[in-house]
C-alpha cells in the first residue's frame, strides 16, 4: 500500500469538506480560474488520491497549483459523468487538455434520422463531419468505457435501435427489451422519437423534468384504461429514480491507458463471469460459466463444461481447465471473473489470465460450512479490489449463486444419464 498524505490544509475546500457521494470537483488555481473539473464515485476518496497518489506528471504538475476545490453533488454516478462533460466544454481546463487535442477526446452524437440512434465519435472523425449533420452533440468525454458503461445501463430506460425497419424477424436486442422494435415495425417513428428526445434531456441534466412528466402521462394514460402503456412508463420511471449509484465502478483514472502496478479497474455492471465446479468425490466433474449483465443474469450468455483432463477431486484442476476451455472461444471478455471458493481458486484462475495476457480482475468468494459464508477473497497484491468489491456483495453473492446452481444442475443431469 502507498502511504497516505492528506489535501493539503492550505487548499480552501467548499464547505470545508469533501462528501464521501457522487459528483464532480472543480480544482481552481489561485487566480479563482478553473483548471480541473473531474467526476467521482466517491468524491472524498477521489480528491484525495490526487495529492496522495498522483496518477502522471500532468497531475504531479496540477496539484502544487491547486488553491481550492469547489464541487457538485450528484445522485448518481452517470449523472456526475454528463456533468463533467458538460463543463470540460465549458470551461477547456488547462489540465484535462494539455497534452491533448479535440481529436482525442470522445463525443456522444445523436443521428438525424426517422429512427435516431446514438453514435460514440471520436474528436477526429468529428472535425471531418460537420456536428451540424447531428441531432445532438454531447461531450467532451474522458472515459469511453465509463461511456459505454453509461450508455448500457441507460439502454433499460430509454431503449434505442440500430436496426434498419422492415426486418422479417426482430433482432437480439428486441427480445432482451433493448430495442423497440423498429426492425419489426413494433413502434411508430413519433413514439421511438419521443424515446429518444427523453435521452437527450438526460444527457442534457434534465432528470427530474422527465420524471415529472412521464408521471404525468403515466396518470392520464390509466385514467384513460391503457393500463398497458402505463405500465411502461411506470417501469421507466423506476429505472431513473433507482439506477444503481456506481454504475460506473471504473477506477478513475486521468489516463485509462496508463494504469499503474496495483491498481484496479473493474466495471461491475458490464459483464461479471461467475465459475463453479460440482463433482460427487471426484466423478462426473463439471464446470459452470453464468454471465451477469447490467446487474442481471444473461442466460443465453451460460456456457457448462465436462471435465475431461482431470481426474478425481481436484477443483483447482478443473477450474482451470474450464478456464483455459473458455479463453480458446471468441466469446467477449469478462469485466471481471468471480470464482466460487477460496484463494487456491482465485491464484489459478490469475495463472491463467496471466498466461494468456488477458489483464482481467479475478476475486473469489467463499462459502464455508453450509454455504453460510460470503467473505470476497482476493490475492494480497489485489486487496483493493476486494474492497471495491464489498460494495456490491448482495450482486456478486447472486452471481455466486447462481453459477453453483447451474453446475449442480448439469452434474445431476449426467449422474442420471450415467445411472440410466
Same mark, same amino acid.
Given at each position: 500500500?502507498?502511504?497516505?498524505?492528506? *489535501?493539503?490544509?492550505?487548499?480552501?475546500?467548499?464547505?470545508?469538506? &469533501?462528501?464521501?457521494?457522487? !459528483? =464532480?470537483?472543480?480544482?481552481?488555481? /489561485?487566480?479563482?480560474?478553473?483548471?480541473?473539473?473531474?467526476?467521482?464515485?466517491?468524491?472524498?476518496?477521489?480528491?484525495?488520491?490526487?495529492?496522495?497518489?498522483?496518477?502522471?506528471?500532468?497531475?504531479?504538475?496540477?496539484?502544487?497549483?491547486?488553491?481550492?476545490?469547489?464541487?457538485?453533488?450528484?445522485?448518481?454516478?452517470?449523472? /456526475?459523468?454528463?456533468?463533467?462533460?458538460?463543463?470540460?466544454?465549458?470551461? +477547456?481546463?488547462?489540465?484535462? =487538455?494539455?497534452?491533448?487535442?479535440?481529436?482525442?477526446? &470522445?463525443? &456522444?452524437?445523436?443521428?438525424?434520422?426517422?429512427?435516431?440512434?446514438?453514435? &460514440?465519435?471520436?474528436?477526429?472523425?468529428?472535425?471531418?463531419?460537420?456536428?451540424?449533420?447531428?441531432?445532438?452533440?454531447?461531450?467532451?468525454?474522458?472515459?469511453?468505457?465509463? %461511456?459505454?458503461?453509461?450508455?448500457?445501463? %441507460?439502454?433499460?430506460?430509454?431503449? +434505442?435501435?440500430?436496426?434498419?425497419? !422492415?426486418?422479417?424477424?426482430?433482432?437480439?436486442?428486441?427480445?432482451?427489451?433493448?430495442?423497440?422494435? $423498429?426492425?419489426?415495425?413494433?413502434?411508430?417513428?413519433?413514439?421511438?422519437?419521443?424515446?429518444?428526445?427523453?435521452?437527450?434531456?438526460?444527457?442534457?441534466?434534465?432528470?427530474?423534468?422527465?420524471?415529472?412528466?412521464?408521471?404525468?402521462?403515466?396518470?392520464?394514460?390509466?385514467?384513460?384504461?391503457?393500463?398497458?402503456?402505463?405500465?411502461?412508463?411506470?417501469?421507466?420511471?423506476?429505472?431513473?429514480?433507482? *439506477?444503481?449509484?456506481?454504475? *460506473? %465502478?471504473?477506477?478513475?483514472?486521468?489516463?485509462?491507458?496508463?494504469?499503474?502496478?496495483?491498481? =484496479?479497474?473493474?466495471?461491475?455492471?458490464?459483464?461479471?463471469?461467475?465459475?463453479?465446479?460440482?463433482?460427487?468425490?471426484?466423478?462426473?466433474?463439471?464446470?459452470?460459466?453464468?454471465?451477469?449483465?447490467? !446487474?442481471?443474469?444473461?442466460?443465453?450468455?451460460?456456457?457448462?463444461?465436462?471435465?475431461?483432463?482431470?481426474?478425481?477431486?481436484?477443483? $483447482?484442476?478443473?477450474?482451470?481447465?474450464?478456464?483455459?476451455?473458455?479463453?480458446?472461444?471468441? +466469446?467477449?471478455?469478462?469485466?471481471?471473473?468471480?470464482?466460487?471458493?477460496?484463494?487456491?481458486? =482465485?491464484?489459478?484462475?490469475?495463472?491463467?489470465?496471466?498466461?494468456?495476457?488477458? !489483464?482481467?480482475?479475478?476475486?473469489?468468494?467463499?462459502?464455508?460450512?453450509?454455504?453460510?459464508? /460470503?467473505?470476497?477473497?482476493?490475492?494480497?497484491?489485489?486487496?483493493?479490489?476486494?474492497?471495491?468489491?464489498?460494495?456490491?456483495?448482495?450482486?456478486?453473492?447472486?452471481?455466486?449463486?447462481?453459477?453453483?446452481?447451474?453446475? *449442480?444442475?448439469?452434474?445431476?443431469?449426467?449422474?442420471?444419464?450415467?445411472?440410466?
Amino acid at each position: 500500500m502507498f502511504p497516505l498524505r492528506m *489535501i493539503p490544509s492550505s487548499i480552501r475546500i467548499q464547505n470545508s469538506s &469533501l462528501p464521501d457521494s457522487p !459528483g =464532480v470537483y472543480l480544482m481552481k488555481d /489561485a487566480h479563482g480560474k478553473v483548471i480541473y473539473v473531474g467526476k467521482a464515485v466517491s468524491l472524498k476518496r477521489r480528491v484525495r488520491q490526487h495529492f496522495d497518489r498522483p496518477h502522471g506528471q500532468n497531475i504531479e504538475e496540477m496539484t502544487p497549483l491547486v488553491a481550492s476545490i469547489d464541487y457538485i453533488e450528484k445522485p448518481t454516478a452517470i449523472e /456526475a459523468l454528463i456533468l463533467e462533460a458538460n463543463l470540460i466544454k465549458y470551461y +477547456w481546463p488547462k489540465f484535462n =487538455v494539455r497534452d491533448k487535442d479535440n481529436k482525442s477526446f &470522445l463525443y &456522444l452524437a445523436f443521428t438525424k434520422e426517422d429512427f435516431p440512434k446514438p453514435l &460514440l465519435i471520436r474528436g477526429a472523425d468529428l472535425e471531418e463531419a460537420s456536428a451540424k449533420k447531428y441531432k445532438a452533440l454531447f461531450g467532451p468525454y474522458t472515459s469511453a468505457n465509463s %461511456l459505454r458503461a453509461a450508455l448500457d445501463l %441507460l439502454r433499460k430506460t430509454f431503449p +434505442w435501435s440500430t436496426c434498419v425497419p !422492415g426486418q422479417s424477424r426482430p433482432c437480439f436486442y428486441h427480445h432482451l427489451g433493448l430495442c423497440p422494435g $423498429v426492425c419489426v415495425n413494433a413502434i411508430e417513428k413519433k413514439a421511438y422519437q419521443k424515446i429518444i428526445r427523453d435521452m437527450i434531456a438526460f444527457f442534457n441534466g434534465n432528470k427530474e423534468q422527465i420524471i415529472k412528466r412521464m408521471r404525468k402521462e403515466m396518470t392520464a394514460l390509466a385514467k384513460a384504461k391503457k393500463f398497458e402503456e402505463a405500465t411502461v412508463l411506470r417501469n421507466r420511471i423506476h429505472s431513473l429514480e433507482h *439506477i444503481r449509484d456506481v454504475a *460506473i %465502478l471504473k477506477r478513475e483514472k486521468e489516463d485509462v491507458d496508463k494504469i499503474m502496478p496495483g491498481e =484496479v479497474t473493474v466495471n461491475l455492471f458490464g459483464r461479471i463471469e461467475g465459475y463453479d465446479i460440482s463433482h460427487i468425490s471426484g466423478t462426473s466433474s463439471v464446470a459452470s460459466m453464468v454471465v451477469f449483465e447490467n !446487474g442481471a443474469p444473461a442466460k443465453q450468455e451460460y456456457r457448462k463444461f465436462r471435465i475431461k483432463s482431470v481426474t478425481g477431486a481436484n477443483d $483447482v484442476a478443473c477450474l482451470r481447465e474450464t478456464l483455459m476451455r473458455r479463453f480458446r472461444n471468441t +466469446w467477449r471478455l469478462p469485466d471481471l471473473l468471480l470464482i466460487d471458493g477460496g484463494l487456491p481458486q =482465485v491464484h489459478v484462475a490469475e495463472e491463467v489470465v496471466r498466461e494468456l495476457d488477458l !489483464g482481467l480482475p479475478v476475486i473469489g468468494i467463499a462459502k464455508g460450512p453450509e454455504r453460510k459464508r /460470503a467473505d470476497i477473497v482476493c490475492s494480497k497484491n489485489n486487496l483493493e479490489l476486494c474492497r471495491l468489491c464489498e460494495q456490491y456483495l448482495d450482486l456478486l453473492v447472486q452471481v455466486r449463486d447462481e453459477a453453483h446452481r447451474f453446475a *449442480i444442475g448439469y452434474h445431476r443431469k449426467l449422474r442420471e444419464r450415467s445411472a440410466f
